[in-house]
């Protein structure tokens, strides 16, 4: 069989050789060449983070306060926790239940009694309510009551930040507002909300254990005075009970039951007056550390850093562009290039097919 001759050089396929590395000369001349657009870019985004910081945010100013709760121990509570490592009982004094301080101030029960409180601000006028501020200011409502208080409720929420110091049992509270004195007066206007439901709830809960003592004083007077009354009927009956084991028997079974009761009564007596001293005992359920204060500087936005983080994006972007129009540019040459080629080739093709033409 005859070997099938191979096609002239003239149609054979050139080979090319690239290669697959680029060379820092290569990333230098393409930055280069893209120059315009690496400068361009971050001057750009500059330019709208500015106008946008500069006309379009609102200012937020944060007032700060320290609180802790009057049942919280301290440091007493830290010493009994070490003892109590060693063995070693240590009586701490406390009979009131810890407050969970930051899920109170978190709940929607306390963010409803804050929305009826007025204050005074500079965009909406004097004395409107927390929740006229936070929803529909001086215009009006747009949608029902009911919608607005779900927006307040959650709007009032968000201004809230909670930082609490497991060491310490100390809370900073912190108030997002628009205006400086109006973050400091919700502030203020919270710790007193705070302590006055931590009031209502301890004389709830007083109203309620008083009660309870009086019903059980009535019962155990009764009951003693029954085994009183016991004790006396039998030793009007048993007036000699030297010689008789079993009188004897019962009547301590008897004095015991008496005794007993009397202590129970006893007892409850001095609960109720400790109940009663508690109820119109006047104490301060939240401790100020620190006092809100009015803030003197805004705490966002960070126009300055807002406008350098739109530069180094807006370079770190014009880079990117330069190298995808850098390979848009040579994507094209190459296309352009070969089209060329194949041109030049089919011109050649149809002039050896043409009688006459071929050499």
């Not at 310490?168 to 997002?176: D, E, G, K, R």
């Not at 006396?232 to 008496?258: C, H, T, W, Y």
Request: hydrophobic content about 40%.
């Amino acid at each position: 069989m005859n070997k099938p001759t191979p096609p002239p050089p003239e149609f054979q396929q050139p080979y090319y050789f690239e290669e697959d590395t680029i060379s820092l000369m290569d990333i230098m001349l393409t930055l280069a060449r893209q120059l315009k657009v690496i400068i361009i870019t971050p001057t750009i985004l500059c330019t709208l983070m500015i106008i946008y910081v500069l006309f379009f945010t609102k200012p937020v100013y944060t007032s700060t306060a320290k609180i802790m709760s009057s049942s919280s121990g301290g440091g007493t509570s830290q010493a009994a926790g070490l003892a109590a490592q060693f063995g070693i009982a240590m009586p701490t004094g406390q009979s009131e239940p810890k407050w969970v301080y930051p899920e109170i101030i978190k709940s929607r029960t306390l963010a409803r009694s804050m929305l009826k409180r007025k204050f005074d601000t500079n965009e909406f006028g004097p004395q409107k309510t927390l929740f006229q501020i936070l929803t529909f200011g001086n215009n009006d409502p747009q949608v029902g009551l009911d919608t607005l208080e779900i927006m307040a409720v959650d709007n009032f929420l968000g201004m809230i930040g909670i930082a609490e110091d497991i060491g310490t049992s100390i809370l900073t509270l912190s108030i997002n507002a628009s205006a400086p004195r109006l973050a400091a007066e919700v502030n203020q206007a919270l710790i007193e909300e705070l302590d006055a439901h931590q009031r209502k709830y301890n004389k709830t809960k007083t109203s309620d254990t008083k009660q309870f003592i009086e019903e059980r004083i009535i019962d155990t007077e009764k009951e003693l005075m029954a085994a009183e009354e016991d004790l006396k009927v039998f030793m009007d009956r048993n007036r000699r009970i030297e010689n008789s084991p079993a009188l004897q028997l019962e009547k301590q079974r008897l004095g015991r039951e008496v005794a007993v009761l009397t202590g129970v009564f006893t007892t409850l007596k001095q609960q109720l007056e400790t109940t009663k001293i508690e109820e119109v005992k006047e104490s301060d359920y939240v401790v100020i550390l620190d006092s809100p204060e009015v803030p003197l500087q805004r705490s966002k936005p960070k126009k300055r850093l807002m406008v350098i983080l739109a530069g180094f994006f807006g370079l770190g972007l014009g880079i990117v562009l330069a190298f995808i129009r850098e390979y848009a540019a040579n994507s094209k040459k190459e296309e352009k290039d070969k089209m060329t080629e194949a041109k030049s080739l089919i011109i050649k093709n149809i002039s050896e097919l043409i009688p006459g033409k071929s050499k």
